[in-house]
């Protein structure tokens, strides 16, 4: 398995305040994926990364930022988090844009 | 945009049955992916389809696909409680980097 890890794992947060989860990465891939899970959507493509400052948004990217500064990190910032950003964070990789590797995921809540 | 749908979104099923779950999509794409997840875990490749007529067998699961038609299946047989889990599809944008997900089938096979 791809070394993915996620931080936090787990996080509770007021609305209105910043969040940013980190995913790091040891496989030297190219290419970098931020997901959001929620019951009844299945995963939706919020950012995307295909090289170091190269990010394009998703399906859901209103209300997030991401950065890539190295290769092996890939930030995603909630500039002022909402209840309707509850949610499981998933973070992946790929070598090419072939097979993804997924990261544990991130438990989000916005109270 | 590119849009993925899965059918049905829930199966329920006798041990030693077959079924197949259905992948549509709406755009032409080469390159088409299924992944499974257990209950509150992260996601797990399944097979990984890169042309038209691709066909993968892992055990009881076969998958295959036809860029023509816009279809990919995920064949089931003599289903073990094992398999219990949430399979996606994900379908990768031609020319693009972006990977969308269908909602997922969330299987569950009775003993």
């Known amino acids: 398995d791809a070394g993915i890890t996620q931080s936090p794992r787990h996080k509770v947060t007021e609305t209105g305040t910043p969040v940013t989860l980190r995913c790091h990465q040891t496989?030297?891939?190219?290419?970098m994926y931020w997901y959001r899970q929620d019951p009844g959507h299945g995963l939706r493509l919020i950012h995307y990364s295909y090289g170091v400052k190269d990010t394009d948004k998703g399906e859901v990217s209103d209300g997030y930022s991401v950065s890539r500064s190295k290769t092996e990190d890939f930030l995603l910032t909630l500039e002022s988090a909402t209840s309707s950003q509850t949610s499981v964070y998933f973070c992946?990789?790929?070598?090419?844009?072939?097979?993804?590797?997924f990261g544990p995921g991130t438990r989000l809540t916005v109270t | 945009e590119l849009k993925v749908e899965q059918n049905p979104l829930f199966l329920s099923m006798q041990e030693g049955k077959n079924y197949t779950i259905y992948c549509n999509y709406s755009t032409t794409s080469d390159r088409l992916y299924w992944y499974r997840q257990d209950p509150g875990k992260s996601l797990e490749s399944l097979f990984v389809?890169?042309?038209?007529?691709a066909v993968k067998q892992e055990g009881r699961l076969m998958a295959s696909l036809d860029t023509k038609a816009r279809l990919s299946t995920l064949h089931i047989t003599a289903a073990v409680h094992d398999l219990s889990a949430t399979y996606f599809c994900a379908v990768e944008v031609n020319r693009d980097d972006k990977i969308i997900f269908g909602k997922g089938t969330r299987l569950h096979i009775l003993p």
């Open positions: 496989e030297n891939h190219r290419y």
């Open positions: 389809l890169l042309s038209n007529g």
């Open positions: 992946a990789t790929s070598p090419l844009t072939y097979e993804q590797y």
